[in-house]
Nanobody, 115 residues
Framework: QVQLVESGGGLVQAGGSLRLSCTAS????????RGWYRQAPGKQRELVAT???????NYADSVKGRFTISRDNAKNTVYLQMDSLKPEDTAVYYC?????????WGKGTLVTVSS
């Protein structure tokens, strides 16, 4: 069993910042913490940012220059620093991990950006 727990979401004004965290527990030896996805109301889930085990990041074009993904392998945690937030960033943000046979998802944390 693998559990992914996200935290750090909330309500923020446009231009503000939030920092999301995702910590993995359980059978973590069998997984790779990949990164973050988000789903806005009425839209499909989309990639936000991923990071390799060596720390190489990959970002969606819509967040490049504003979001920073990082990881602490010792803490089994991946972070997403979100700056210069825009109303269109409003979504439920999900942590994702890859297992040998399946992907794992957290329950999500809601980020709401007011204009």
């Amino acid at each position: 069993q693998v559990q992914l727990v996200e935290s750090g979401g909330g309500l923020v004004q446009a231009g503000g910042s939030l920092r999301l965290s995702c910590t993995a527990s359980g059978s973590i030896f069998s997984i790779y913490l990949r990164g973050w996805y988000r789903q806005a109301p009425g839209k499909q889930r989309e990639l936000v940012a991923t990071i390799t085990s060596g720390g190489r990041p990959n970002y969606a074009d819509s967040v490049k220059g504003r979001f920073t993904i990082s990881r602490d392998n010792a803490k089994n945690t991946v972070y997403l620093q979100m700056d210069s937030l825009k109303p269109e960033d409003t979504a439920v943000y999900y942590c994702n991990a890859a297992g040998a046979a399946m992907d794992y998802w957290g329950k999500g944390t809601l980020v709401t950006v007011s204009s």
